[in-house]
């Protein structure tokens, strides 16, 4: 049997991220047992839910908006926005009282909090990504969905999605842990967010003076990327990187340092 | 070795802070057999968490030198809603043991057979400890942590914890938290008192368990 101490004797920055990359794919692993199960269509259903939503969604728009607005293909527009949508509203509900939920695994001391919410994140960009190649394989066939014009910035954006979605997660994990009526505030504050986040327009639809408001909403500069790379020069977009690198990059240093200061106070069980 | 010194916990309460351990320090050096006596309330328990990382003190710092296993207890360790199977599959993966050889000993050692593919929230308390020390026995730490469990396991568990664990890898040290006087005093080659946050060490168990009863 290989000895292994999984503290001290495993010295050096390299080992140590090979614990955490085993930690958290094993808890990748066991989160899927308990989500979905071993029976009907197991984890198949990660990728399923979002894909009804998102094709549930487009339907409704479809009919509404018909095939194009504002010379821009709905289809299109109604994946680029709820795709990431989900996600972000997936990541930040699975994060609530998401330590509590797994505390009885912090018995291992491999097991950071921060694992925990990582391997949730990890499996629900899976799901995601896995939706739209799908949906976009699916529609492609159909001639009703062309494909990024810059793979470039349509990676970027998914890419400030993901920061941005991970950094809530941790922020929200943490904060449910340390207050128990955050946790009240989170169902209204994400709709309310709705509207705004970026999903349903384009900044260049706005007057000029909200315009610029609206970038100050990291998602919207996202969206507006991401977009950007969808659509090509033939859509106008607005968004500030230096800002959206910047505000992602805080709200991450504020997740780890919260989720730091909890592991402080934590009780196992 | 492990090396805990200066070790303090405040648990917050409702604005009535409790002091749990104030200044502890602790060495236990391989093969070492430490028991961890004290009331019920005294911060065995907490003690335990401290020394196997999983809580962070107040203040104070634990260091190991050898590897130290889990607490092995009446809570944690399992994911209830999976089966016995899973969960040892999750700890073969996260504590890189070759997970053929581990479940044929834990098959062997903790007898549980067809329970294994039930959820562990289904166990008695008595299950899981048996499942809990067959892991931790098959990935072969140097230091084993134990709190109280030991109570509610049968004869024929005690039999196999004394042949695997006391007998076979005697070479291992032990931190034991129990109230069983007897098992104490045969198992143990020192102890700690716990009372009022302090620590008392012992270098004889008997007088550890002389003073614990005067208390």
Known sequence: MPRFSPGDSLPGFVDAARVQVIVISALMMRELHTRYGRENLGFVWLVVEPMMFCLGVMGIWTLLHGRVERGIPILAFVITGYLPLTLWRHVTFRAIHCFRANSPLLYHRQVKMIDLLIARVILEIYGMMIAYLVIAFVFCVLGLYELPKDWGLFYAGWLYFIVFTTAIGLIIGSLTEMYDWSEKFIGPLMYFLLPVCGAFYMSDWLPARYERIALYMPTVDAYELLRSGQFGPSVRTHYDLEYLTFACLVLLAVGIMLCRRVHRFLIVE | ?215
């Open chain 2, 1 to 215: 070795m492990i090396r805990a010194e200066g070790l303090v916990k405040v648990y917050p309460g409702h604005g009535v802070p409790h002091l749990v351990l104030d200044n502890v320090n602790v060495q236990v050096p391989r093969g070492r057999k430490l028991a961890l006596l004290g009331r019920n309330g005294a911060g065995k328990s907490t003690l335990i968490r401290m020394l196997s990382k999983i809580e962070m003190p107040t203040s104070g710092t634990v260091v190991h030198e050898m590897s130290v296993s889990w607490p092995l207890g009446f809570g944690g360790t399992f994911q209830g809603s999976l089966t016995g199977i899973d969960n040892m599959k999750f700890i073969s993966r996260i504590y890189r043991a070759d997970y053929k050889k581990l479940s044929r000993f834990v098959d062997d050692f903790a007898e549980l057979g067809k329970f294994l593919y039930q959820p562990v929230k289904t166990y008695s308390t008595g299950m899981r400890a048996r499942l809990a020390f067959g892991l931790s026995i098959a990935i072969e730490f140097d230091c084993y942590l134990i709190d109280e469990v030991f109570l509610v396991g049968d004869q024929r568990f005690h039999a196999r914890c004394q042949e695997h664990l006391f007998d076979r890898r005697s070479d291992r040290s032990l931190i034991i938290a129990s109230h069983d006087a007897a098992f104490v005093e045969a198992t143990c080659d020192c102890a700690l008192v716990l009372s009022g946050g302090k620590a008392h060490y012992f270098d004889d168990v008997r007088q550890a368990l002389a003073a614990y009863h005067f208390m």
